[in-house]
T-cell receptor
């Protein structure tokens, strides 16, 4: 069964540094999402992306965050200047249609020191 | 705003016990409802879904019925196994341009042999 893959599985970064989290969605999917889960808390929506632009973003997704689909297969989340509170598990998801189920990757654990 | 409330864990049961994890929701419009499961060290997997009132989602012996009158989507299983130990998330998605998923806080389930 096709799956969403995320790399790296664990990223350790110094505060203030830029970090890029990578995702390869399922190949024929058109809708892409990022979520995050701070340790012990609920999974929170960050941003959705369709047709090469952001469809919706949450208040968490401030100017430090950006997303990009640089080629036909990758979907990236960039944090420009990381803060301690950015430490979390970041999940990428994709779906084949607006109201189709979202398929999640295994996540990238981001640790900010 | 839209939200999901589920029973707090952890829930600890013996093998072959009956399981109920309560979930209620608040949403504008007519949401689709989901249960996602997160096994230790893994990502989020869709367990089951229901897209309209009175629909019953089922998978791997788990069931949940979309109850519009009580705004509930309780997860049930008649006889749990040790392999069901995981964190279970109730979630909703409202039809919109983004169709973001809103998650509950998760319920950790542990099954004793």
């Amino acid at each position: 069964e096709p799956e969403v893959t995320q790399t790296p599985s664990h990223q350790v970064t110094q505060m203030g540094q830029e970090v890029i989290l990578r995702c390869v969605p399922i190949s024929n999917h058109l809708y892409f999402y990022w979520y995050r889960q701070i340790l012990g808390q609920k999974v929170e929506f960050l941003v959705s992306f369709y047709n090469n632009e952001i469809s919706e973003k949450s208040e968490i997704f401030d100017d430090q965050f950006s997303v990009e689909r640089p080629d036909g297969s990758n979907f990236t989340l960039k944090i420009r200047s990381t803060k301690l509170e950015d430490s979390a598990m970041y999940f990428c998801a994709s779906s084949g249609g607006q109201n189709q189920p979202q398929h999640f990757g295994d996540g990238t654990r981001l640790s900010i020191l | 705003g839209d939200s999901v409330t589920q029973m707090e864990g952890p829930v600890t049961l013996s093998e072959e016990a009956f399981l109920t994890i309560n979930c209620t929701y608040t949403a504008t419009g007519y949401p689709s409802l989901f249960w996602y499961v997160q096994y230790p060290g893994e990502g989020l997997q869709l367990l089951l879904k229901a897209t309209k009132a009175d629909d019953k989602g089922s998978n791997k012996g788990f069931e949940a019925t979309y109850r519009k009158e009580t705004t509930s989507f309780h997860l049930e299983k008649g006889s749990v196994q040790v392999s069901d130990s995981a964190v279970y998330f109730c979630a909703l998605s409202v039809r919109s341009s983004a169709s973001k998923i809103i998650f509950g806080s998760g319920t950790r389930l542990s099954i004793r042999p």
